[in-house]
């Protein structure tokens, strides 16, 4: 089924609502981080609509784009926080960074499968030798209908 678009736009897709949720997290200014929140609601709801979940997708932009984010920035607005207030020292957390996300990948890939072989072998398997009652001839499923 051809949905008229090349897959690589939905890993272009990806990889900015990837990078809109990283600046999300590292932008120092507020503002520029609820801007960042709403380019990463409108990848992902551009993703779902790509992928055929249209009423999800619009959804998505309404619920989201429409409401919270516009909420959070008029919230941001109304408080008026000061630039100069924000600029602190961020040096110091970057090992605390690594001290707490060196063992948070380690157990991740611990506890996910080491390689894509083992999750294919596991769609691949033979459903009858597993389930013997499911087993169903196909000729005889097909002499019904004749």
Same mark, same amino acid.
Not at 83 to 91: A, D, T
Not at 127 to 136: N, Q, T
């Given at each position: 089924?051809?949905?008229?678009?090349?897959?690589?736009?939905?890993?272009?897709?990806?990889?900015?609502?990837?990078?809109? $949720?990283?600046?999300?997290?590292?932008?120092?200014?507020?503002? /520029? !981080?609820? =801007? *960042? @929140?709403?380019? %990463?609601?409108?990848?992902?709801?551009?993703?779902?609509?790509?992928?055929?979940?249209?009423?999800? $997708?619009?959804?998505?932009?309404?619920?989201?784009?429409?409401? /919270? !984010?516009? =909420? *959070? @920035?008029?919230? %941001?607005?109304?408080?008026?926080?000061?630039?100069?207030?924000?600029?602190?020292?961020?040096?110091?957390?970057?090992?605390?960074?690594?001290?707490?996300?060196?063992?948070?990948?380690? =157990?991740?890939?611990?506890? %996910?499968?080491?390689?894509?072989?083992?999750?294919?072998?596991?769609?691949?398997?033979?459903?009858?030798?597993?389930?013997?009652?499911?087993?169903?001839?196909?000729?005889?499923?097909?002499?019904?209908?004749?």
């Amino acid at each position: 089924m051809d949905l008229g678009y090349q897959p690589f736009i939905l890993d272009i897709i990806s990889l900015l609502a990837i990078l809109s $949720g990283i600046m999300v997290i590292i932008t120092n200014n507020p503002i /520029v !981080s609820v =801007l *960042f @929140l709403i380019a %990463l609601f409108v990848n992902v709801a551009g993703y779902l609509i790509l992928i055929g979940v249209h009423f999800v $997708g619009l959804s998505y932009l309404l619920v989201y784009v429409g409401a /919270v !984010s516009i =909420l *959070f @920035l008029f919230i %941001l607005m109304l408080i008026n926080v000061r630039i100069s207030e924000l600029h602190s020292n961020s040096i110091n957390s970057i090992p605390l960074a690594f001290i707490i996300g060196i063992p948070f990948y380690y =157990l991740l890939f611990k506890i %996910l499968p080491s390689s894509s072989a083992s999750i294919v072998s596991i769609f691949n398997s033979d459903v009858s030798s597993s389930y013997p009652a499911i087993d169903l001839d196909v000729n005889y499923l097909t002499s019904i209908n004749s």
